[in-house]
């Protein structure tokens, strides 16, 4: 079946380091890939999306491949703030019937 | 109006009482989600609504009834639960079910805590 790895955490970086969280799948076919991110107490946001290979998503300086040679989609930052502090979810979607397999999540907290 | 909304935002129950949980949309979006959050987990799919028809159940035990008056709305009917039931449960909706690029809007959630 479909799964999605993503590095563990928590990951704690200072304001303005580069951030990155790595995001492997496995899939039987072609599926879109998706970055959700989590801030305490809400619900999930979708941060960037990419629907075929080689596509880069990208959305408030965070961007993601996706590398389907490596069956990738590593987030990326190049300076990261503190309000960036969040869970960051890793997905995709690939059946018809709109069930989407998520990662474990990683924390991020970012220091000043 | 891109907002899932969703009530109450805290709840309360004993493990005798039925309650319900509420999600509307706005978006005309045709498929919605409920799904379980336990703390740092990912949600956990529970249903699925498709065109206002429950396209998929994940297993889920019978003392969750979901619910889909029409399409901007969608209840969960809770009755009897246990205390591991306590959790955030996330409603979602997305333009429709296939199609493979469409993503989720997720509401903010539902903080039930059973006693």
């Known amino acids: 079946g479909d799964s999605v790895t993503q590095m563990e955490g928590p990951v704690t970086l200072s304001e303005e380091a580069f951030l990155t969280i790595n995001c492997t799948y496995t899939?039987?076919?072609?599926?879109?890939l998706f970055w959700y991110v989590q801030y305490p107490g809400e619900g999930l946001q979708l941060l960037l999306k990419a629907t075929k290979a080689d596509d880069k998503g990208s959305n408030k300086g965070f961007e993601a491949t996706y590398r389907k040679e490596t069956t990738s989609f590593h987030l990326e930052k190049g300076s990261v703030q503190v309000s960036d502090s969040a869970v960051y979810f890793c997905a995709l979607t690939y059946t018809n019937a709109g069930k989407s397999t998520f990662g474990d999540g990683t924390t991020l907290t970012v220091k000043p | 109006d891109t907002e899932v909304t969703q009530t109450p935002k805290h709840l309360v129950m004993g493990m005798t009482n039925k309650k319900s949980l509420k999600c509307e949309q706005h978006?005309?979006?045709?498929?919605m989600y409920w799904y379980k959050q336990k703390a740092k987990k990912p949600p956990e799919l529970m249903f699925v609504y498709s065109y206002e028809k429950l396209s998929i159940n994940e297993s889920v035990p019978s003392r969750f009834s979901p619910e889909c008056p029409n399409s901007s709305l969608l209840n969960l009917h809770l009755h009897a639960l246990q205390p591991e039931d306590s959790a955030l449960y996330l409603c979602?909706?997305?333009?429709?079910?296939?199609?493979?690029?469409?993503?989720?809007?997720f509401g903010p959630g539902t903080r039930l805590t059973v006693t």
């Open positions: 899939a039987t076919g072609y599926p879109s």
């Open positions: 979602a909706s997305s333009q429709a079910p296939t199609g493979s690029s469409y993503e989720q809007y």
């Open positions: 978006m005309g979006h045709r498929a």
